[in-house]
Nanobody, 116 residues
Framework: QVQLVESGGDLVQAGGSLRLSCVVS????????MSWYRQAPGKQRELVAT???????NSVDSVKGRFTISRDNAKKTLYLQMNSLKPQDTAIYYC??????????WGQGTQVIVSS
């Protein structure tokens, strides 16, 4: 059974940085494209960024230039480096496969709170 364990969330001031991690177990990580998602209070979960198995990346306009998705296949870990954080980045962040795939069961997520 695939398990997704996100970590690294915290309370941070606007303008600060965080690095999120997602450890994937129970499957072959290296051949899967992976994505980060977030869900803000009272809103639907939304896609943030995607990385293919070959390392190509894409992100939504609201985080372009501030967030960087990366992966370490040897550690079966997905990362999200978040810089220049804004209060509107406050959300629970999750990892999973991209929206166009059969996604795994969601993990517990990691909470990011950005204070103004």
């Amino acid at each position: 059974q695939v398990q997704l364990v996100e970590s690294g969330g915290d309370l941070v001031q606007a303008g600060g940085s965080l690095r999120l991690s997602c450890v994937v177990s129970g499957t072959i990580f290296s051949t899967n494209a992976m994505s980060w998602y977030r869900q803000a209070p009272g809103k639907q979960r939304e896609l943030v960024a995607t990385i293919t198995s070959g390392g190509y990346t894409n992100s939504v306009d609201s985080v372009k230039g501030r967030f960087t998705i990366s992966r370490d296949n040897a550690k079966k870990t997905l990362y999200l480096q978040m810089n220049s954080l804004k209060p509107q980045d406050t959300a629970i962040y999750y990892c999973n496969k991209p929206p166009y795939t059969s996604r795994w069961a969601w993990g517990q997520g990691t909470q990011v709170i950005v204070s103004s």
